[in-house]
């Protein structure tokens, strides 16, 4: 009877701590921005990645259930280890893109917070889901790590490397270290 | 048998190989990349990364050269980071790679290997099938060759108790027993042949001038095989030969050459580096395509049953590579043949 009340109230502070992860929305003329829980920052993989040199990316995927459109965002934060501070990009659903410094980990907490702009709707009401995948570095440090490897290995020069090219190219990639879902039934009035 | 071995064998080899490659695979695809990734190459970039920091501040002037050497570590150890995240992936991909190749290997092995045991079972059924046939015409032949003279020879009997029992005369009856006498004496010809052909002794090598035996032999049967005319074409040579298996030999060729409508013969004396050769030239209709690449196996002859065995070539080969020398076919045409002897460098007597 007592381990049936602990597993109950186990489920209800995982329930409440979920509760507390979830993005917080808000429309601003007719563009819906999301601000993503402090706590994906916190968590030890995204805390151990971000001091690492290379630029974490979390991508932001917003679904429209009710329409089938998708719209999203894209964070790319690099600790700077030369100059010691935060280097932060953020492009929105729209193309606008912001680039900023931070001298402190509460500076980039703060920026964190800032409403990330996901879709434009005039709805009342949306049927949403959302997606945040941590990657654990950018794009450009992928192709350039591939152009390394290849001419490590020898490869990618007239004759031969074809093979070990396709290899390389469809192996690396950067696999999310973390992701988080969110299924919101969004009221706008 | 034969079947059940083969593919044990190729079953074998491929599991064998199969042991081999998987023991090796992890080891082989994973070296380069731990080189890589040693924790110390990681940490020598790291302190590398350091220690321009601290330089920056020592030697402020020098600022941007440090910076640059710095941001070159960084992305050296991003690359290697990247490496690291991606290293099993890489591995699995890698070694799914050469998996499939050594299945494709394997494949191709086991698919040569059949083909290779389908062709020497189809090469072993006709070799065979052509032994089978050979019997057959020999047996066909020796039947025909003793048939004939055993049917003559009794009907001259039947004939020979006709005449005695109607009480014909000495002459008639010597007649009649001389013509049996004639068949037996066929009979003991056929015989003899194959007794020489099972019976062929080793030659008696001896010192011989080529040249002299090439002319007493012109001279001796220049009137065998007429209208065949033979030619001493010149030349000499010392060999270690048995005079008479040798004189054999070129009895044989001439017969051949004689039945095959030659006005000539000419032999002429060849010397290639140590080798002596002897090369028997005439002019006939030439061999048969159909006939020259078994000219030498016994029984091939030309010739209708009842003529001749066709063991002569046969023979004449196998005296000369008793002598350590070979008797090959040089050429032949519709214009002539040549045969060409080769004599050994054997130890003479």
């Known amino acids: ?189 | 048998m034969t079947r059940t071995r083969s593919l044990a064998l190729l079953v074998a080899a491929v599991a064998a190989a199969a042991a081999l490659f998987w023991t090796l695979l992890h080891q082989i695809s994973s070296v380069w990349l731990d080189v890589a990734l040693r924790p110390e190459v990681r940490q020598a970039l790291e302190h590398s990364m350091e220690d321009q920091k601290t330089l920056r501040q020592l030697d402020p002037a020098r600022r941007e050269a440090y910076r640059r050497q710095f941001d070159h570590t960084r992305t050296l150890l991003n690359r290697i980071e990247v490496l690291r995240m991606n290293r099993e992936n890489m591995l699995h991909r890698f070694e799914l790679a050469l998996v499939a190749m050594f299945a494709v290997a394997a494949l191709l092995t086991a698919v040569t290997l059949w083909m290779r045991y389908r062709r020497a079972q189809e090469r072993e059924r006709a070799e065979y099938l052509d032994r089978v046939t050979s019997l057959q015409e020999t047996a066909r032949r020796h039947a025909h060759e003793i048939k004939g003279p055993l049917t003559a020879a009794r009907l001259e009997l039947e004939r020979l108790a006709d005449l005695a029992r109607h009480g014909a005369d000495d002459e008639e009856l010597a007649r009649a027993q001389e013509s049996v006498g004639e068949e037996l004496a066929r009979l003991t010809r056929f015989t003899k042949e194959f007794s020489s052909f099972g019976g062929l002794g080793q030659p008696i090598l001896r010192r011989e001038s080529l040249g002299q035996i090439v002319e007493e032999f012109c001279s001796t049967f220049a009137n065998a095989w007429p209208p065949v005319a033979l030619h001493d074409g010149g030349g000499d040579a010392v060999v270690c030969v048995d005079r008479d298996m040798l004189r054999q030999v070129l009895v044989n060729l001439c017969s051949n050459s004689a039945r095959a409508g030659a006005g000539s013969v000419v032999f002429g004396i060849v010397k290639s580096g140590a080798r002596v050769l002897l090369d028997v030239r005439d002019d006939g209709e030439g061999i048969a395509p159909s006939l020259r690449a078994r000219v030498f196996d016994p029984y091939v002859t030309t010739r209708k049953v009842g003529e001749g065995m066709g063991l002569g070539l046969s023979i004449s080969r196998k005296l000369m590579l008793d002598h350590g020398g070979d008797l090959v076919l040089l050429e032949t045409s519709e214009k002539g043949t040549v045969f060409r002897l080769a004599f050994g460098e054997g130890v003479c007597n």
């Not at chain 1, 500076?107 to 917070?113: G, I, P, Q, V």
């Not at chain 1, 990657?135 to 450009?140: H, R």
């Not at chain 1, 490397?161 to 696999?175: E, N, P, R, Y």
Request: hydrophobic residues 45%; contains cysteine; glycine residues 8%.
């Open chain 1, 1 to 189: 009877m007592r381990r049936a009340g602990l597993a109950i109230a186990l489920l209800a502070v995982t329930l409440c701590v979920r509760a507390q992860q979830r993005p917080a929305f808000t429309r601003s003329a007719g563009v819906v921005a999301a601000a993503l829980p402090s706590e994906v920052l916190q968590q030890a993989s995204v805390k151990k990645q971000l001091g690492s040199g290379l630029t974490t990316t979390f991508l932001v995927a917003a679904r429209q259930r009710d329409r089938g459109t998708i719209t999203g965002a894209r964070l790319e934060v690099r600790y700077d280890l030369w100059d010691e501070v935060w280097l932060v990009k953020r492009v929105e659903f729209d193309g606008k893109t912001e680039r900023q410094r931070f001298a402190s980990a509460e500076a980039l907490e703060k920026w964190w917070r800032t409403p990330v702009r996901l879709f434009a709707s005039d709805a009342d009401r949306v049927l949403l889901q959302v997606e945040l995948s941590v990657l654990p570095f950018s794009a450009a440090e992928e192709d350039d790590a591939r152009a390394w490897i290849t001419k490590a290995g020898g490869v990618g020069t007239a004759g031969g490397g074809g093979l070990v090219d396709a290899l390389i190219g469809t192996t690396i990639s950067a696999k999310p270290i973390t992701s988080y879902r969110w299924n919101v039934d969004l009221a706008l009035r």
